[in-house]
C-alpha cells in the first residue's frame, strides 16, 4: 500500500524535487564553464536590419571606417570576443489610486390604458404600477505600489553573434557559490559597436532586448520558497 501511495504521489512531485533531494547534504553544482551556444536553449536573434550599404572605397588612406584607433581596436567586434556589461540600475516607483463610485437607480412602468384589456385583469392588479424596481450601488477602490530596487554589478559576457546591421549579441553569465547557497547571474542582448566604451565595457542601458536575471539556488534559497505543494493550493483553490 505504501508503495502505490509513493508510485502515485511521484509523477507530483517532478524532476525539480529529484534535483533538489539529490543535492541533500552537499553543495549545489555549479554549471560548468561552456559555449553558450551549445546550450539546448540558446536560440539565435533576428530582428528587422536595414538595407546593406556598400563599403567606400579608399585605397591610398589608412585611416579604417568605423574604427576608433588609428591602428587598431582592440574592443569586442567578433563572435567569441569578450566584452564587460555593467548593470547599474536604481529604480523607484510610488503609485497610489483611489477610486469612488456610487451609483442610484429607480425604474417604475405601468399600462394604465391597453386595447381595454385592463379592464379584464384581476381587481388586486393595478395596470399603473405594474413594475417598480430601485437598486444602489457604492464601489470604494484603493490600491498602492511602493517599489524601490537597486542593483550594480559588473560581469564579462562573450559575443555569440554579429548581426548583418553590425550590432552585437552579447550573452553574459556568472555564478558563484557562498556558504552553500549558489548566486547565478545571467544577461544577455544586443548592443551597438559604438556603445562600447573604451576600456571594453558597456552599459545596460544601452543593450536592447535586455534580459537580466539575479536568483541562485541553497539553503537560504529553499527556506524562502513556498513548498510545492502550497503552490498548487494557491492556484487551485478558488477562494
Known sequence: MKIAVLLMLLPLVGCGALARLSEVGRDPSMTPTADP??????RPITMPMPKPQPS??????LWRSGSRAFFKDQRAAQVGDIVTVVVNMND????????????????IGGIPNFFGLEAALPKAVNPAS???ANSTNTNLGTGQVQRNEAVTLR???VITQVLPDGNLVVAASQEFMVNAELRQLRVTGVIRPE???SDNTVLH???AEARISYGGKGQLTDLQRERWGQQM???????
Open 37 to 42: 551556444t551549445k546550450d539546448p536553449k540558446w
Open 56 to 61: 567606400p572605397n579608399e585605397p591610398s588612406a
Open 92 to 107: 523607484a516607483a510610488n503609485l497610489k489610486n483611489v477610486t469612488t463610485a456610487t451609483r442610484a437607480s429607480t425604474e
Open 130 to 132: 405594474l413594475l417598480s
Open 155 to 157: 560581469l564579462a559576457g
Open 195 to 197: 556603445d562600447i566604451a
Open 205 to 207: 542601458d544601452r543593450m
Open 233 to 239: 493550493m494557491d492556484i487551485l483553490m478558488p477562494f
